[in-house]
C-alpha cells in the first residue's frame, strides 16, 4: 500500500513537470520578445533604416532603364555608359594620383614630425604641436579659400599640384596624429637597450622606432588616402581646368544634368563596393601588421 501511494505522488509530480517547463519557457520567450523591443534595439533599427535605406534605393535605381525615377525595367545602360566615359576616367585617375602622392608626402612628414617631437625637446615644441593640428580644426571651406588666394598671392597656376598641395597640407594632422598616438605607448627602454648594444641613432630610427610604429604610419596613410579621395570643398576652390577630381566630377554631373541621373547612381554602387573590398581587405591586412 505504501509503494503505491508513493508511485502514484511520484507519477503526478513528473506529469506536472512539462506544464511549469513550459510555463518557464513561455515566460523566458515574453522576456526575450521585451528585450528585443527594447526602447534602444528600436533606435538602433531606426537609425540603420535611416542610413542604409538611400543606398538601397540609390543600387536599385541604378538599374533603372530610365533617366527619371519612374521604373522602366531593368538594364545595364548606365554600367555601360560608366565604363565608356572618358572624362569620368580621367577624373578618376587624377583622384587615385592626388590621394597616393598627397598621403604618401603627408605620412613622411608627419611620421618625422611626431618621431621628432618625440625624440627631442626644444622650447616652440608645444607651439608645433598645436599648428599641426589647425588643419584639422578649421572648416575646409577656410583652408580652401585660404590656399586659393595663397596660390594667388604666388602666381601659382590652379591645377593638379594645387590639389597636390593642399590635400598634403589637409591629410598631415591626421597622420601626425595616429604616429604620435602610437608613439604614446612605445616602450622607450627599447631604445635604451638598442644604444647599448652599440646601435646610433640612425640605425634605431630606421631598425626599432619605425617598424614598432608602422601599424600607426599605415593607418595614417589610408585615413589620408580616404580623405583624399572623397574631399570635395578644398578641392573646388583650388582645382583648375581639366584637373577635376572625381568628387568634383560627380558635382559637375549633377548640377549639368539638373539632377541625379542614373549614370552617377551606377557610378556610386561602384564606389560603395570598391569601398567595402579594400576596407575589407585592408582590415585583415593590418591585423596581420599587427600580430607581427
Not at 24 to 35: I, N
Not at 77 to 82: D, F, H, P, T, V
Not at 259 to 275: C, E, F, N, Q, R
Request: hydrophobic share 50%; aromatic share 12%.
Amino acid at each position: 500500500m505504501n509503494f503505491s501511494f508513493k508511485k502514484i505522488v511520484r507519477s503526478a509530480i513528473t506529469s506536472l513537470n512539462p506544464i511549469r517547463t513550459q510555463g518557464e519557457a513561455a515566460r523566458h520567450a515574453r522576456r526575450a520578445l521585451r528585450k528585443k523591443l527594447s526602447f534602444s534595439n528600436t533606435v538602433f533599427a531606426v537609425t540603420l533604416i535611416f542610413l542604409f535605406l538611400p543606398l538601397v534605393v540609390l543600387v536599385i535605381y541604378s538599374f533603372n532603364g530610365s533617366t527619371s525615377m519612374n521604373w522602366t525595367g531593368f538594364s545595364l545602360r548606365w554600367y555601360e555608359r560608366l565604363i565608356n566615359s572618358r572624362e569620368l576616367w580621367r577624373a578618376f585617375r587624377n583622384s587615385i594620383l592626388i590621394a597616393v602622392t598627397s598621403a604618401a608626402t603627408a605620412t613622411i612628414i608627419g611620421t618625422a614630425g611626431a618621431i621628432g617631437i618625440n625624440w627631442y625637446r626644444f622650447k616652440l615644441r608645444g607651439y608645433v604641436q598645436t599648428i599641426s593640428f589647425l588643419p584639422m580644426i578649421l572648416p575646409e571651406i577656410i583652408i580652401g579659400v585660404s590656399l586659393s588666394i595663397f596660390f594667388a598671392g604666388l602666381g601659382i597656376p590652379l591645377g593638379l599640384f594645387t590639389i597636390y598641395v593642399a590635400h598634403t597640407t589637409f591629410n598631415l594632422p591626421f597622420v601626425f596624429l595616429m604616429v604620435m598616438a602610437r608613439l604614446d605607448e612605445f616602450d622607450f627602454s627599447i631604445i635604451e637597450a638598442a644604444a647599448d648594444l652599440g646601435a646610433n641613432e640612425k640605425e634605431t630610427l630606421f631598425k626599432v622606432t619605425l617598424p614598432i610604429c608602422m601599424p600607426g604610419i599605415i593607418s595614417g596613410m589610408l585615413t589620408a588616402i580616404t580623405l583624399s579621395l572623397e574631399d570635395f570643398v578644398i578641392t573646388f576652390f583650388v582645382a583648375g581646368p581639366g584637373s577635376s577630381t572625381l568628387p568634383v566630377f560627380i558635382y559637375s554631373a549633377i548640377t549639368r544634368k539638373g539632377g541625379i541621373t542614373p549614370l552617377i547612381s551606377a557610378l556610386s554602387v561602384v564606389m560603395i563596393l570598391g569601398t567595402v573590398l579594400l576596407s575589407v581587405t585592408l582590415r585583415k591586412f593590418l591585423k596581420y601588421i599587427a600580430a607581427k
